[in-house]
């Protein structure tokens, strides 16, 4: 990456106006990924000198800001009590300590990795961000905006729930890309399903979560079916990590054992009602 120019906002309405002035502006957070682009970028917006690295308890939320690293989530203890400690767990999977010291929350969640390890467990925590210009969106109605994000993401907010998780990066290495990832929660609202690294970026498995959310019980048999039809329903494809058929035959076992694990959330919950 070649960088014309350096810009440092002393406020996040500096950084979006400076964004906004030139195509190539580009914020910059870890700048770990950015730098391994071949780009030029007319100036690079440091989102370094902004308080933006927290994680503050709001009561019903957790709000986490986008300049926090991937190594202070993986140690903070409010993060590790929301829905089964999964984010933390995610994130202590990438890398090594000395790269998760720079990557930040933010820079991976704007990037869209196919291979995020952040996305995954976040869309079934049911996160929501909050952009300085567009305010607050859900981290699905992100993923289905096309083209680049003109904005500054601020923060993460997450749901402060009684609830139970469990996340599975399957890798070829310790540090490698996922060949897949898999995240189930189970909360007041039901069950959430996730797979990343399809090689496409994590999506959640509506079919499979409309299925287990109706029952009025959750027996092996929905579970089977529900692990099932996350496999059969998401797209995946191939890439030189694995094939089509592999994700598929992954996502099947992994959901299952997700959905094993977090079951007893559900029972305690007493299941639906009708
Ligand atoms: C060698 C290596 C291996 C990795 N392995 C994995 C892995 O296995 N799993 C995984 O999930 N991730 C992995 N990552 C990615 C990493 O977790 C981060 O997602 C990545 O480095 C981007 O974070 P950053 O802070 O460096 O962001 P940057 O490189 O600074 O920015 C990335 C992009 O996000 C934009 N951006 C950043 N912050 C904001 C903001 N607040 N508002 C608006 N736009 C913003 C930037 O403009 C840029 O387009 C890896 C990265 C590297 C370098």
Same mark, same amino acid.
Not at 33 to 50: F, G, K, P, Q
Not at 85 to 99: F, K, P, R
Not at 133 to 147: M, N, Q, V, W, Y
Not at 184 to 207: H, M
């Given at each position: 990456?070649?960088?014309?120019?350096?810009?440092?906002?002393?406020?996040?309405?500096?950084?979006?106006?400076?964004?906004?002035?030139?195509?190539?502006?580009?914020?910059?957070?870890?700048?770990?990924?950015?730098?391994?682009?071949?780009?030029?970028?007319?100036?690079?917006?440091?989102?370094?000198?902004?308080?933006?690295?927290?994680?503050?308890?709001?009561?019903?939320?957790?709000?986490?800001?986008?300049?926090?690293?991937?190594?202070?989530?993986?140690?903070?203890?409010?993060?590790?009590?929301?829905?089964?400690?999964?984010?933390?767990?995610?994130?202590?999977?990438?890398?090594?300590?000395?790269?998760?010291?720079?990557?930040?929350?933010?820079?991976?969640?704007?990037?869209?990795?196919?291979?995020?390890?952040?996305?995954?467990?976040?869309?079934?925590?049911?996160?929501?961000?909050?952009?300085?210009?567009?305010?607050?969106?859900?981290?699905?109605?992100?993923?289905?905006?096309?083209?680049?994000?003109? @904005? =500054?993401? %601020? $923060?993460? !907010?997450?749901?402060?729930?009684?609830? &139970?998780?469990?996340?599975? *990066?399957?890798?070829?290495?310790?540090?490698?890309?996922?060949?897949?990832?898999?995240?189930?929660?189970?909360?007041?609202?039901?069950?959430?399903?996730?797979?990343?690294?399809?090689?496409?970026?994590?999506?959640?498995?509506?079919?499979?979560?409309?299925?287990?959310?109706?029952?009025? @019980? =959750?027996? %092996? $048999?929905? !579970?089977?079916?529900?692990?099932?039809? &996350?496999?059969?329903?998401? *797209?995946?494809?191939?890439?030189?990590?694995?094939?089509?058929?592999?994700?598929?035959?992954?996502?099947?076992?992994?959901?299952?054992?997700?959905?094993?694990?977090?079951?007893?959330?559900?029972?305690?919950?007493?299941?639906?009602?009708?």
């Amino acid at each position: 990456m070649k960088v014309n120019g350096l810009f440092k906002p002393k406020t996040l309405d500096e950084a979006y106006h400076k964004l906004t002035e030139h195509s190539k502006n580009v914020v910059m957070a870890g700048g770990a990924w950015l730098r391994l682009s071949n780009r030029t970028v007319e100036e690079a917006i440091d989102l370094s000198v902004l308080p933006l690295s927290y994680v503050k308890d709001r009561g019903d939320v957790v709000e986490i800001g986008s300049m926090t690293t991937l190594h202070e989530i993986e140690t903070d203890d409010t993060i590790k009590s929301l829905y089964g400690g999964i984010l933390s767990q995610a994130v202590s999977q990438i890398m090594g300590i000395g790269l998760r010291n720079v990557v930040t929350i933010g820079g991976n969640v704007v990037a869209r990795h196919g291979f995020s390890d952040v996305i995954t467990p976040l869309l079934t925590m049911r996160a929501k961000l909050h952009f300085y210009k567009r305010g607050t969106i859900s981290l699905e109605a992100f993923l289905d905006i096309r083209g680049k994000t003109t @904005d =500054v993401l %601020e $923060k993460i !907010i997450i749901p402060k729930r009684k609830a &139970a998780g469990y996340f599975k *990066k399957v890798t070829k290495t310790a540090l490698d890309f996922a060949i897949i990832n898999v995240s189930v929660t189970c909360d007041e609202e039901g069950f959430s399903v996730a797979v990343g690294s399809r090689p496409s970026v994590g999506q959640l498995a509506y079919e499979a979560m409309g299925l287990l959310n109706q029952a009025k @019980d =959750v027996d %092996e $048999k929905h !579970i089977d079916l529900a692990a099932f039809k &996350a496999a059969d329903l998401l *797209k995946f494809s191939d890439n030189h990590r694995g094939s089509q058929a592999y994700r598929e035959e992954l996502t099947a076992v992994y959901v299952k054992r997700g959905l094993l694990a977090v079951k007893t959330c559900f029972n305690q919950r007493g299941g639906h009602d009708d």
